[in-house]
Nanobody, 120 residues
Framework: QVQLEESGGGLVQAGGSLRLSCTAS????????MSWFRQAPGKEREFVAV????????NYANSVKGRFTISRDNAKNAVYLQMNSLKPEDTAVYYC?????????????WGQGTQVTVSS
């Protein structure tokens, strides 16, 4: 089973920035698309961003497009989420996962996530 470890969350004021990191214990990391999701209190987990195996293709939820940037380092088995111009509505627990599916229901297991709190 893949182990996923997210980090980099914290408390930030609206308009600020955070960079999330995720490492995956998988031997062939470069063979998989990687995705970020988030879950706000009382809401369903939702897709945030996806990056292709080589990093050449990315896509984002409309709510974060133009503010968030997903990237990866295959040598480190790591994927990142640079979050700029943060808004209070970005407050959520953020999760990464192995794969490019947009529905959280397509994934069998998750890491602990990292909490992002944006104050107004």
């Amino acid at each position: 089973q893949v182990q996923l470890e997210e980090s980099g969350g914290g408390l930030v004021q609206a308009g600020g920035s955070l960079r999330l990191s995720c490492t995956a214990s998988i031997r062939t990391f470069s063979s998989y698309d990687m995705s970020w999701f988030r879950q706000a209190p009382g809401k369903e987990r939702e897709f945030v961003a996806v990056i292709s195996r080589s990093g050449t293709y990315t896509n984002y939820a409309n709510s974060v497009k133009g503010r968030f940037t997903i990237s990866r380092d295959n040598a480190k088995n790591a994927v990142y989420l640079q979050m700029n111009s943060l808004k209070p509505e970005d407050t959520a627990v953020y999760y990464c996962n192995v794969g490019g599916k947009w529905s959280w229901r397509d994934y069998d297991s998750w890491g602990q996530g990292t909490q992002v709190t944006v104050s107004s």
